[in-house]
């Protein structure tokens, strides 16, 4: 979608819904204001935008819709410094810049058939809801599957409206939360401890993981002892980026970028990448 000539020249999005998710997380309902170019964006799960707001920066922000759902773009964000404090201050009517789709998606096609395991860490949940959306929308081409996911506290659960409707739709959905507190009766513990309730098939299943990098590293662990290969343990991985087309090399991973042969990667090929945090 650069076809003005200059990869780095934004489009304006309008906001047609903001969804307050928690204290920290917003989601945030887009449409290009120029319905041609609505029409014609394309993307796929695990893909990510550059999102600017004036005088607020620009970031890349996963989107969270799934293409085979109409309507606007989603993106979920949760504030964290000035260009998401910027986006979390808007309301629907306004205007942000967008420019993308980057980054290499999730296999959905090669995962047809398997049984997926979702596991997702707070905001983490917003690149894996594309996945989720899209199976449930080809139910019949991807096995069981299951969601492990962990927030800080109760009142940090996200996409409570989505859970609901995945629940519905027959999705394992395991919950727990780091602390506990009142009214609270589920469990209590890091994401990790979710998997003594799931007893996956290693040889049809496989994993795709979003959240911070010290859950990755422990949950890769356990996915490991269950008999998944490390080609069947995928993520998506964070950096700092800048241009997030693979030209300033801001986002490095020893010798690839995060932003172009990412943000998605397997486990097999982050294991040969030193600074891949997963030790
Ligand atoms: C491919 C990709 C997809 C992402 N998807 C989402 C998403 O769906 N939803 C979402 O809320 N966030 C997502 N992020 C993270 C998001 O880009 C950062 O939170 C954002 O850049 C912060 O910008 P800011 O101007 O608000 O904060 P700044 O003022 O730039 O920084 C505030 C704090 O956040 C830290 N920070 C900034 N960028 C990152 C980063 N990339 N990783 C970790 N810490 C960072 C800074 O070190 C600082 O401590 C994604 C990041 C990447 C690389």
Redesign the pocket.
Known sequence: MTDNGNPYLPYPARILRVTEENSQ?KSFELAFTDPERHRAFTYRPGQ?VM?SVPH?????????SSPTRPGGLT?????????????HRMTAGELVGLRGP??RPFPVDELKGRDLIFVAGG??L??LASVVNLCLDRRGEYGQLTLLYGSRSPADIAFGAELEGWRRAGVKCLLTVDQGGEGWTGQVGLVTTLFAQISPDPGRSSALICGPPVMFRFVAAELTRLGLSDQDIIT??????KC?LGVCRH?HLGPKL??AH??VFTLAELRGLREAELS
């Open positions: 997380i990510f999102v607020g920066g620009e970031a890349p922000i996963s989107i969270s993106l979920s964000v949760r504030k964290a410094g000035r260009l998401t404090a910027a986006l980057y980054g905001i983490g917003a690149p998506t991985l964070e950096r700092h980026m997030g986002c995060v932003c990412g943000p």
